[in-house]
Nanobody
Framework: QVQLVESGGGLVQAGGSLRLSCAAS????????MGWFRQAPGKERDFVAG???????AYADSVKGRFTISRDNAKNTVYLQMNSLKSEDTAVYYC???????????????WGQGTQVTVSS
């Protein structure tokens, strides 16, 4: 099993930046694909970005060019650098771990508790 704890969320003005962190413990971190999802009020939990243990990554179209996912296997940590934030980025952001880099949330095995990101205008 894997335990995931997100941090770094908060309130930021439109156009600003935040960096989210997800610290993992339990099973060997490096063998997992890691990802970020987000869920706005009344909406489904949607894929944002993912990164394989080899370093290959993928992004939702809505965040391409603005968000960057990275990982530090030595620190058992995955990051999401969010730049040029928009009001529509407001959501609870969840860290996830799984076997494959896929967009469907049901295919991911472990989840963090979520961290709130609010972008004000």
């Amino acid at each position: 099993q894997v335990q995931l704890v997100e941090s770094g969320g908060g309130l930021v003005q439109a156009g600003g930046s935040l960096r989210l962190s997800c610290a993992a413990s339990g099973r060997t971190f490096s063998m997992y694909t890691m990802g970020w999802f987000r869920q706005a009020p009344g909406k489904e939990r949607d894929f944002v970005a993912g990164i394989r243990w080899t370093g290959g990554s993928a992004y939702a179209d809505s965040v391409k060019g603005r968000f960057t996912i990275s990982r530090d296997n030595a620190k058992n940590t995955v990051y999401l650098q969010m730049n040029s934030l928009k009001s529509e980025d407001t959501a609870v952001y969840y860290c996830a771990a799984g076997r494959m880099l896929v967009v469907h949330r049901d295919s991911w095995d472990y989840w963090g508790q979520g961290t709130q990101v609010t972008v004000s205008s």
